[in-house]
């Protein structure tokens, strides 16, 4: 007998779905041109080129489709009819259509479809099928995907469109900044790629279809009003990125920027957004929801400094999926109990901020004191300061002499060398050293001279640790 | 606030008011524990006691007429020989103890759907503030709305009254927002009564639940009952039943009763004696159209009529006729929306989830919930929540 209420609201989970893949739509056609369309246009790739990244979604979701079929038909010996009203309920499109967004450009097909099969059968399915996995299947996919082929895709070119490769080919801007351990000047972490803007928009290397942070905003706003997603999750983890970096970048005299190229790398926004508000995979109660996002800030941010994960969203949400249940626990707590587990939970919390906050100056010290530099002499007269230091070059020490008056470098002479003579000609030729001491000011915007690279980076370092040492450069 | 909004619908059932105060029959359940001290055909007049119940109530007849006592299906049943009852005005003074008495004698209890009696709420300690519920919070009810536009000056003298008789400082009749009309009525009444305050409440479910009204217009939270902080709630209907006892020794045989929804044929407001079979007044109105489910109460917290036993009692606001629902359960998606807007703040889902797990259970509090249905009405995959929620209640009770 029916029990009330006898009204009900005029929503469904199909309609929420729905909504979700609306949502998803203007980034499967900025995929399409990112990566399909704009390198055809600008002829870097060809026809099929062009129709790779659809073809990818496509593949994934007929996998996961059938993936599901296959699980009704030949494991719970489902009729036709059966199989098709489980379907309707099911949504086993969803698997193969994030996971279509988070893989690398170079995905080969054939992996495609095992990623998309190891998800949907291994992530979803086997668990009990749609509402009852503990890991978000679309993770879990490209988790496998990226551990058992990651190496052999990166050799095909991993995450370059043809364009890319052809333009910017050097890393991800978050491999890029694991590079320097993470901390690094404007010019180093976010001029190779742009501007923060090129950040903003999505048009950077990265996974198909999560670098527009724009329109996961988008996203995120329309899904919010709608009330698909559960809005706290990606407010909070975003935000706790954003102020750990902003800390961090604080530490290191790094600017607002710091923490903006960190929230728009990596996938963040999409992995909030799209990722972590899956539904079935993540708290129900809003102090669950709220820890949840919090911890999810706090393990990206310790997967990006001290892991060799550069991304870390990924490992932080399958590792934050494990927890939900306890932290629905702590979240369904009533009156007096919430705050017997609070002053733990916010000690925790304290502590691992702590944490990272001490690595990441270590880092950042370690990073300062290069130990590729040593200094020899130093000698104060009057005004001026004259340090005699060595720094490793190509062939074994350089030895050099720099006389400083006041705030500034007044001449640099190299006193001994065993650079291969050919580059160090080059170096030589260029009036490197002049120009250098020209630009002290904003010494880490010079190039360093390709072809000499090794030789001429050695001396913009040696200038950049005596200007550290003195206290004039950060 | 936590709550939800839902679709008014009042106007359905405002276009008309009728009478079916003639019933040939009148059906008075009697529990287990309570007493019946007539005995069997006896004739009875209107307002003639026939026992009492467990709770202190008396049983009164709402009708004249002959009394048969079935005592296999636990009834009192009295034919009606229509003979009429009149009932003066009159002005006499009470204490507060003399009140007490007069309104537990007149059967007078919670007519918002809780049905508790009266005089033990105002019995207690020293009350001084009174809330008088017209919030109506559930869809399609105007019953309330309907007896406030038939009395609102006697309502409110009864107001001021009350507030004499048990020295009450402050009294609030609380409205739902956007209700011109209702508003613009009872402001212009109680403008001669200063301490008797009209307050709009947020167009919410369920607002008319005490603890939000507490909540909204006093700023203060209780634990078990209102009175803890000296404040009562009553529901307008009752306010006026309460009028009647005092001013005309009236006591609680009849009410207005809302026939509405989209199936009912005939939608309207109906007085009607309590006991009558609900069946008849049914017919009485035209019925109701096929493939419909009969509902006693509102449409969040109601439950479905036994259209060959149940009669009208003191608290049913009324009878809707709302097309059958054939939804299919779903798997829960654990979209949280359950618990985002329980208004007791538990976790609706999780109790689902653990309803065989004591311990768990233990933590999750289901005695909290207040059965207001939010969880099931707002849940995407239509998952009876609240039934499951009910389950757990009763394994708690159990152990
Ligand atoms: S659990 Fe109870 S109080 Fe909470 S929404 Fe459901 S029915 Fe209402
Ligand atoms: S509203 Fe329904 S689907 Fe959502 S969490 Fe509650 S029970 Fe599950």
């Given at each position: 007998m029916n029990t009330g209420p006898f009204i009900k609201q005029n929503n469904t989970t199909g309609k929420m779905m729905k909504n979700l893949f609306l949502a998803l739509l203007p980034l499967l056609i900025f995929t399409f041109y990112k990566n399909g369309l704009l390198p055809f246009i600008k002829g870097y790739a060809t026809f099929y080129g062009m129709m790779y990244p659809l073809l990818l979604l496509l593949v994934g979701i007929i996998t996961s489709y059938f993936?599901?079929?296959?699980?009704?038909?030949v494991l719970k010996h489902q009729t036709k009819v059966e199989i098709k009203?489980?379907?309707?309920?099911?949504?086993?499109?969803?698997?193969?259509?994030?996971?279509?967004?988070?893989?690398p450009y170079n995905t080969p097909l054939l992996l495609m479809v095992f990623a998309s099969f190891i998800a949907t059968f291994f992530g979803k399915m086997l668990y009990g099928g749609f509402g009852h996995n503990l890991f978000n299947p679309a993770l879990i996919g490209c988790f496998f995907l990226l551990t058992m082929y990651g190496g052999y895709i990166a050799k095909m070119g991993g995450y370059f469109n043809t364009l890319e490769m052809d333009t910017v080919s050097f890393a991800t801007p978050l491999s890029n900044a694991q590079g320097v351990d993470g901390i690094g000047s404007y010019a180093t972490l976010v001029a190779p790629y742009g501007t923060l803007w090129d950040f903003f928009l999505g048009t950077i290397p990265g996974a198909l279809g999560e670098t527009s942070a724009l329109l996961c905003l988008c996203a995120f706003f329309f899904l919010s009003f709608k009330r698909v997603i559960k809005w706290k999750i990606p407010a909070f983890y975003i935000g706790t990125v954003f102020l750990l970096t902003l800390c961090i970048g604080k530490a290191n005299g790094m600017g607002l920027w710091y923490p903006c190229f960190q929230v728009l790398s990596g996938g963040l926004f999409f992995g909030a957004i799209f990722m972590a508000t899956d539904p079935v995979t993540s708290p129900i109660t809003s102090i669950g929801q709220v820890l949840y996002a919090i911890f999810l800030g706090i393990s990206t941010v310790t997967c990006r400094y001290l892991t060799p994960l550069p991304e870390g969203v990924l490992t932080s949400i399958l590792t934050l999926n494990l927890f939900v249940p306890i932290l629905d626990k702590i979240g369904s707590m009533q009156g007096i109990a919430i705050k017997k587990v609070a002053v733990p939970l916010l000690a925790c919390l304290f502590c691992s901020f702590l944490l990272i906050q001490n690595v990441c100056l270590k880092y950042a010290k370690k990073d300062a004191t290069d130990s590729n530099f040593q200094i020899i002499d130093k000698k104060t007269m009057g005004k001026e300061t004259t340090y005699v230091v060595t720094q490793k070059g190509n062939g074994g020490l350089i030895k050099i002499e720099f006389v400083l008056e006041g705030q500034k470098i007044k001449t640099m002479k190299v006193l001994e060398e065993h650079e291969t003579d050919a580059y160090f000609q080059m170096v030589m030729d260029a009036a490197y050293i002049d120009t250098l001491l020209q630009n002290q000011e904003k010494i880490e915007e010079v190039d360093t001279i390709s072809g000499a690279t090794i030789s001429?980076?050695?001396?913009?370092?040696?200038?950049?640790?005596?200007?550290?040492?003195?206290g004039i450069l950060r | 606030m936590i709550g939800v909004s839902l679709k008014k619908k009042k106007e359905i059932s405002l276009k008309k008011v009728e009478y079916y105060l003639d019933p040939s029959y009148v059906y008075l359940p009697i529990a287990g524990e309570d007493i019946v001290s007539i005995t069997d055909k006896s004739v009875v007049k209107e307002g003639t006691l026939l026992g009492r119940k467990k709770n202190g109530l008396p049983i009164l007849s709402p009708i004249?007429?002959?009394?048969?006592?079935?005592?296999?299906?636990?009834?009192?049943?009295?034919e009606n020989n229509h003979e009429k009852k009149e009932y003066k005005e009159k002005n006499t003074s009470y204490t507060k103890e003399e009140f007490l008495s007069l309104i537990k004698e007149a059967g007078i209890c919670g007519m918002g759907g809780a049905g508790f009696p009266t005089y033990l709420k105002y019995q207690n300690a020293k009350i001084h503030t009174l809330i008088v519920n017209a919030v109506e919070c559930e869809p399609y009810i105007t019953a309330d709305f309907a007896c406030i536009m038939e009395n609102a000056l006697f309502i409110i003298k009864t107001i001021a009254s009350l507030m004499d008789i048990l020295e009450i400082k402050e009294s609030f009749i609380a409205i739902k927002a956007k209700e011109p009309l209702l508003k613009e009525k009872l402001i212009t009444l109680t403008s001669t009564y200063p301490k008797v305050k009209v307050v709009e409440v947020p167009n919410l479910y369920p607002m008319g639940w005490e603890k939000s009204l507490v909540r909204y217009i006093k700023h203060t939270d209780y634990k078990k009952l209102p009175i803890e902080k000296g404040i009562v709630v009553s529901n307008i209907s009752t306010i006026h039943a309460m009028g009647e006892a005092l001013y005309k020794e009236k006591p609680?045989?009849?009410?207005?009763v809302t026939f509405s929804g989209e199936k009912m044929k005939n939608p309207c407001n109906v007085h009607v004696k309590i006991g009558t079979k609900i069946k008849e007044i049914l017919d009485y109105v035209e019925g109701v159209e096929e493939n419909s489910d009969i509902i006693m109460g509102g449409p969040m917290m109601g439950k479905i009529v036994d259209l060959d036993h149940d009669v009208i009692l003191p608290s049913t606001t009324s009878i809707l006729a709302l097309p059958k629902q054939n939804d299919q359960e779903e798997a829960c998606i654990k979209c949280g929306k359950c618990t985002e807007n329980c208004p007791s703040k538990i976790a609706p889902a999780l109790i689902r989830e653990n309803k065989n797990n004591p311990s768990a259970l233990k933590r999750l509090n289901p005695n909290a919930c207040i059965e207001c249905g939010i969880c099931s009405y707002i849940c995407p995959s239509k998952i009876k929540v609240r039934d499951a929620v009910m389950e757990a209640k009763k394994e708690r009770r159990k152990q």
């Open positions: 993936s599901e079929y296959f699980y009704f038909r009203e489980e379907l309707r309920h099911s949504f086993p499109i969803f698997p193969g259509l994030f996971l279509s967004l988070i893989v001429s980076k050695a001396l913009k370092k040696s200038i950049m640790n005596v200007l550290k040492e003195e | 004249s007429g002959v009394v048969t006592w079935r005592q296999d299906e636990e009834i009192l049943q009295i609680l045989l009849e009410r207005i």
